[in-house]
């Protein structure tokens, strides 16, 4: 007979067993954060494994009987299990891989046989053991059953702890029962349960037991399931001992079993709840097949960090959505695989540093056996079994015969190499003309990354250990390789690094601050633990398992940039070529404002105010070391790129100020914004100063189109990028309301009136004819003929910016009402927004993406796939009709946002997109930047619990939220009733609770009446 272990979905561990033997009455309850080996979510917060192997009855059932039949017989990985409770300990820990856990004691009493052990283990960084266990044994009156003995045998083990990441304190229970007669189970589940509530008292705990129930009995299973005490009864049962046996109350509708899997096994036939067990209450095994019950019962919940894939949307129709990046939240060192795309069939190397977002390695490492001749620049590796988390990287190089592992710090990281063959390893290190110089077994360096407006060039410096010394060193004269031989016969190499902006001694500093020796396992789980603590900050319960994975995916990409790049108080700034001193203030850097101003901003103001305080204050250094006091919008570590168009980094700071973060100085930051705003080309991809083009935008309100066929004679516009005359328009009057909003504050009544005034600009390229911001030449005539759909070349960038005018038809973030009245009042504005959900391509979809490849993730016209379509599917909101809000946001997130490789639409660009995701799927969304206000959506699960710091917590509770139930039916803020769609930030900002009641009918009525959200006063 085979026995399969779940150790949780997506992996079997298989023990051959011998037919007939038995393993009764064990449980172990597994307190633990990672059950190493497990395939997807490999990590568990408990996991209760209960083993059972039957014998076959030959009329004397008694339990001394049937132990003598199988003493010396059953075995598990080769231990005899009525060993000493030491040896049985450690045999479990080591079969399961629990090398780093711990255990906090075994329960057993002398009416127990030796092999009856509940142990219960636990993860040392993540709790902190308060109790480590007792036991206890009772005994009720004889009752006949079934033959066997006539007493009742029950054994708990438990423990006390502290989990680590959150500071609350909870018990573990495991409980056995020996099989015994209906009315004393009854009677001593009871009784444990009493006991168990007396120890606990209001403490959270997760209790387990194994029993054989009955439809009569009442076995205890409570769970610890989202914040509340489940009482699940008739969870599980198998035969009893060598009967023509029953199963019962398996009930695939109660929510304790949504995250268990059950697996029967019986001559092969496997039956779990996505099976045939879902249609019947009762099951038979024959009586000459000796079934096995394997029940691995996971946890409540995992750690947000389990439900993150990487490779979430790693494929998509045109673009590379996503990388599987890794790295902690924030920090400076990122790497992903060095491949084409995720389809690749082979690395170019093993990734050393990721300097910007999106970008490739800047050094990779190939490890390699075999003769020097083999080696060169651009090696590539065969790869298999890769497996990507946040905080570790594993993949084993299958034509190489070399298993790899990595985890990365914050300025460093550590690989293990492991080596099948007996030949000399090697390592390689490869650059794009680095400078190498190895010392024994250390190699420092650094490879020149270039610089912005003649400053000195920004430099990434590394140092390189590895716990073998090599015997050989050899490279090419042109710095793009260094190769190191090691002793043949070497099993393993670890190596480890650290980087730097500063200097290779600092490099040096980085790798001894952080990483102290080669355990790749102790640093992944440092990184697992700060993975923890960032995406713990807004806990989810309920919904589906999907629907959780694709939020904290989001989640974890929002905080892939800006990366602090301070190193022990101080930084290098591209924007000077010099190193700072901090003062104390983390440096930030690598952000791509016009795609995380909408959302990936407004979500940190809420869950991380003091990181996004940081970063004001960092791009306001960057404006004053440019020399110019232009506050940079696409920062990175060479300076300002200044790609696609606007200045949306004056949102950025008007948003932080007005939701309350004021530890920067709003002088100075409205400098920086007026100077970028006013001295610099408002020319897309330019850097240069403002120029005839501006001139003309200041004197006309809108910037000029050149006319089919006419020549650019402007220096200084992108011969691809074009002069996006529509997108500069419209993105440069909300920049002006953005601007207004910070004179406004600092009680410049004259400078803010003329920004307010100048953010109406967008009127002057309104079509009233057809509804449409439409392209104007110099002479403000609209350019004829025109196509809404495809009209302004690749990317349309003649006229819009890699979107159409369907989608720049709602670019009016600031003052929505105004565009309402443009179009024609509430009913048109609907239909507007209707027709473009319904409007086809018009010609084959090929022809449609060969011009706007960006363009994707479609509905109709809409495209979900591009920022500036983000705030769109709330714009019903303001019209009066809510409900279709709620419908369309549902649709979206269903349609575009899933748990696979082609599961992001388009150019997600490092949170810009996946921020969105994470606010939809909480329920409310910030349509305005720079407006302390959000707009409510329809949340997708139940109960959503967001720490604002401080102590303070923002909650949502939508009940009866499910993917059925998307409508708002009723609403309460803070235990007022609520008839509009939106609320302040000042609302939830000292804590809140926003209450929905959810339905599977729109209530068309609910907040139609009450205000629409606020927009700019209306000229």
């Given at each position: 007979m085979r026995m399969t272990l779940?150790?949780?979905?997506?992996?079997?561990?298989?023990?051959?067993?011998?037919?007939?033997?038995?393993?009764?009455?064990?449980?172990?309850?597994l307190a633990t954060t990672q059950a190493v080996y497990a395939e997807g979510r490999s990590s568990l917060n408990v996991a209760t494994f209960n083993l059972r192997m039957d014998t076959p009855s030959d009329g004397n059932d008694s339990w001394p009987n049937r132990k003598e039949k199988v003493k010396g017989l059953i075995r598990f990985h080769d231990f005899d299990i009525f060993g000493t409770q030491e040896a049985f300990i450690h045999q479990i820990k080591d079969i399961l891989e629990l090398?780093?856990?711990?255990?906090?004691?075994?329960?057993?009493?002398?009416?127990?046989e030796a092999g009856e052990h509940s142990a219960i283990f636990y993860k040392k960084d993540r709790f902190e053991a308060l109790d480590k266990g007792n036991y206890w044994l009772s005994l009720t009156p004889e009752v006949p059953s079934f033959g066997w003995d006539a007493k009742i045998r029950r054994i708990c083990s438990w423990a006390k702890f502290k989990d680590r990441a959150n500071g609350n304190v909870f018990y573990f229970f495991c409980v056995h029962y020996d099989h015994q007669g209906t009315v004393a189970r009854r009677e001593s589940s009871l009784l444990m349960l009493e006991r168990i509530k007396s120890i606990a008292g209001d403490t959270p705990f997760f209790c387990t037991g194994?029993?054989?129930?009955?439809?009569?009995?009442?076995?205890?299973?409570?769970?610890?399931?989202?914040?509340?005490?489940?009482?699940?009864?008739?969870?599980?049962?198998?035969p009893p001992y060598g009967?023509?046996?029953?199963?019962?109350?398996?009930?695939?509708?109660?929510?304790?079993?949504?995250?268990?899997?059950?697996?029967?096994?019986?001559?092969?036939?496997?039956?779990?709840?996505?099976?045939?067990?879902?249609?019947?209450?009762?099951?038979h095994f024959p009586s000459d097949h000796y079934p096995v019950m394997i029940n691995a019962e996971i946890s409540p919940t995992f750690?947000?960090?389990?439900?993150?894939?990487?490779?979430?949307?790693?494929?998509?129709?045109?673009?590379?959505?996503?990388?599987?990046?890794?790295?902690l939240p924030n920090s400076m060192m990122r790497v992903f695989p060095v491949r084409s795309d995720y389809t690749g069939n082979v690395l170019k190397g093993l990734p050393l540093m990721v300097v910007n977002h999106r970008s490739a390695s800047t050094l990779n490492v190939i490890p390699w056996q075999g003769d020097e001749s083999g080696i060169s620049a651009g090696m590539t590796l065969s790869y298999d079994r890769e497996k990507v988390s946040p905080y570790r990287y594993r993949v084993y190089l299958d034509e190489a015969r070399i298993d790899v592992d990595y985890a990365p710090s914050h300025q460093s990281a550590v690989y293990s190499f492991g080596f099948e063959k007996g030949e000399a390893p090697w390592l390689v290190l490869q650059s794009r003309g680095g400078v190498f110089n190895a010392d024994g077994n250390v190699i420092q360096g650094f490879q020149t990354l270039g610089g912005r407006n003649g400053k000195e060039p920004?430099?990434?410096?590394?140092?390189?250990?590895?716990?073998?010394?090599?015997?050989?060193?050899t490279g090419k004269t042109d710095g793009s390789l260094m190769a190191l031989r090691y002793p043949e016969n070497t099993a393993a190499i670890g190596l480890r690094y650290g980087v730097s902006f500063i200097s290779e001694e600092q490099a040096k500093a980085n790798l001894e601050r952080e990483i102290q020796d080669y355990d790749v396992e102790a640093v992944a789980m440092q990184g697992r633990k700060a993975w923890n603590e960032a995406l713990g900050k807004i806990k989810i319960q309920g919904g589906e398992e999907d629907e959780k994975t694709v939020f904290y995916t989001s989640l974890y990409r929002v905080f892939e940039r800006p990366v602090n790049i301070s190193e022990d108080g101080r930084y290098f700034s591209g924007f000077d070529g010099q190193v700072h001193s901090d003062g104390g203030r983390p440096f930030y850097t690598d952000d791509w404002i016009w795609d995380t101003y909408r959302a990936a901003h407004p979500l940190r103001v809420i869950i991380d105010k003091d990181v996004e305080n940081d970063i004001v204050n960092s791009y306001l250094l960057m404006a004053e070391q440019a020399g110019t006091n232009w506050i940079p919008t696409f920062p990175g570590v060479t300076g300002d790129s200044r790609s696609m168009n606007s200045t949306h980094s004056i949102a950025m700071v008007i948003d932080a100020y007005n939701k309350g973060i004021r530890g920067f100085d709003l002088e100075k930051a409205y400098a920086a914004c007026r100077q970028g705003l006013e001295e610099r080309s408002v020319i897309p991809w330019s850097d240069l100063p403002a120029g005839e083009l501006d001139a003309f935008y200041r004197e006309k309100g809108y910037f000029p189109a050149l006319k089919p066929g006419e020549k650019e004679t402007v220096p200084g516009v992108h011969s691809w990028e074009k002069r996006q005359p529509m997108a500069v328009t419209l993105g440069t009057s909300y920049d002006h309301w953005c601007l207004s909003l910070i004179a406004r504050e600092l009680g410049r009544t004259e400078e803010a009136d003329y920004y307010l005034q100048c953010s109406y600009n967008y009127r002057n390229v309104f079509n009233p004819s057809t509804g449409f911001f439409h392209p104007k030449d110099k002479d403000g005539n609209f350019i004829e003929p025109f196509d809404y759909r495809i009209s302004g070349g690749p990317g349309a960038r003649d006229y819009y910016d890699e979107n159409n005018g369907y989608v720049?038809?709602?670019?009016?973030?600031?003052?929505?009402?105004d565009l309402i009245d443009l179009i024609g009042g509430n009913g048109p504005f609907i239909n507007a927004l209707e027709d473009m959900y319904n409007t086809p391509y018009g010609m084959p979809r090929w022809e449609f993406y060969n011009t706007l490849p960006d363009h994707t993730g479609n509905v109709g016209m809409f495209s979900m796939a591009n920022e500036p379509s983000l705030h769109v599917p709330y714009l019903y909101n303001y019209a009066g009709q809510p409900w279709r809000t709620q419908k369309r946001i549902r649709n979206l997130l269903q349609q575009w946002f899933r748990n696979d490789l082609m599961g992001v639409p388009g150019d997600e660009d490092g949170g810009g997109m996946s921020a969105f995701v994470a606010f939809s799927l909480i329920g409310f969304y910030p349509v305005t930047p720079g407006s302390p206000t959000y707009n409510i959506g329809s949340p997708a699960f139940p109960y959503v619990k967001i720490n604002l710091g401080d102590g303070k917590y923002f909650e949502i509770r939508a009940n009866k939220a499910s993917g059925e139930n998307k409508y708002i039916q009723s609403a309460r803020l803070n235990g007022q009733a609520l008839d509009q769609a939106w609320f302040n930030h000042a609302d939830i900002a000292g804590g809140g609770v926003l209450e929905l009641d959810m339905g599977p009918v729109a209530n068309r009525s609910w907040g139609a009446a009450g205000p629409p959200p606020p927009s700019a006063v209306r000229k």
């Open positions: 779940v150790i949780n979905r997506g992996e079997q561990r298989s023990y051959t067993r011998k037919r007939g033997l038995c393993i009764a009455g064990m449980v172990f309850l090398k780093a856990y711990d255990y906090a004691g075994v329960g057993r009493d002398d009416g127990m194994d029993f054989n129930a009955t439809p009569e009995s009442e076995p205890i299973q409570i769970i610890y399931k989202d914040g509340t005490l489940v009482d699940s009864k008739q969870i599980t049962a198998i009967t023509k046996g029953t199963f019962h109350g398996f009930n695939v509708n109660d929510p304790a079993q949504d995250r268990l899997d059950y697996i029967f096994v019986s001559k092969g036939i496997r039956v779990n709840k996505y099976g045939v067990l879902n249609d019947i209450q009762y099951g750690d947000p960090v389990d439900y993150v894939n990487p490779l979430m949307g790693n494929i998509s129709h045109m673009l590379v959505p996503t990388y599987p990046t890794v790295h920004a430099r990434l410096f590394f140092h390189i250990q590895t716990d073998v010394f090599p015997v050989e060193v720049y038809r709602w670019d009016v973030q600031h003052n929505i009402a």
